[in-house]
């Protein structure tokens, strides 16, 4: 887990921040936007694919000062509750975030990464896709 991530940072600053040295060592990331203030709410998700690359981030950003906007903030890199692919996708994969049109909005993940025993992501998301379907279908139905 990411904290002390400056508001005005957003999704695609985040990860050109983080992707500068390690780009390709994370299979998902989730930056929760506060919808009202259009804001992030400071604190960010990832979820490294070896474990030697969490050392490398770690000594890169904790106890440091993030570059833009002159902010004062100190990033911290903590141990988060859920921890791994799998775990992370189950927990948001029935999430209202997931229903944002917006892709910003949403965790990214890694596309094609095999989760194992549950089939590759995009079923997961195509299922997403799917319900969100049909609560736009049984919403029109309601208006009627």
Not at 98 to 127: A, H, S, V
Request: charged content about 30%; proline content about 3%.
């Amino acid at each position: 887990m990411v904290k002390n991530i400056p508001n005005k940072y957003d999704l695609t600053l985040t990860l050109q921040t983080i992707d500068k040295n390690h780009k390709g060592k994370y299979d998902f990331f989730y930056l929760p936007i506060d919808f009202k203030n259009k804001c992030n709410v400071g604190y960010a998700f990832i979820n490294f694919i070896k474990p030697e690359y969490i050392i490398e981030f770690f000594k890169e950003f904790n106890g440091t000062k993030w570059e833009k906007f002159n902010s004062e903030k100190i990033c911290e890199i903590r141990y988060a509750r859920l921890q791994g692919l799998e775990t992370l996708v189950e927990h948001f994969q029935y999430s209202s975030v997931m229903n944002q049109q917006d892709k910003k909005l949403k965790p990214y993940i890694t596309p094609g990464y095999e989760i194992q025993d549950k089939g590759k992501i995009e079923e997961l998301i195509e299922r997403q896709k799917r319900q969100t379907t049909y609560k736009n279908v049984g919403n029109n139905n309601n208006n009627n």
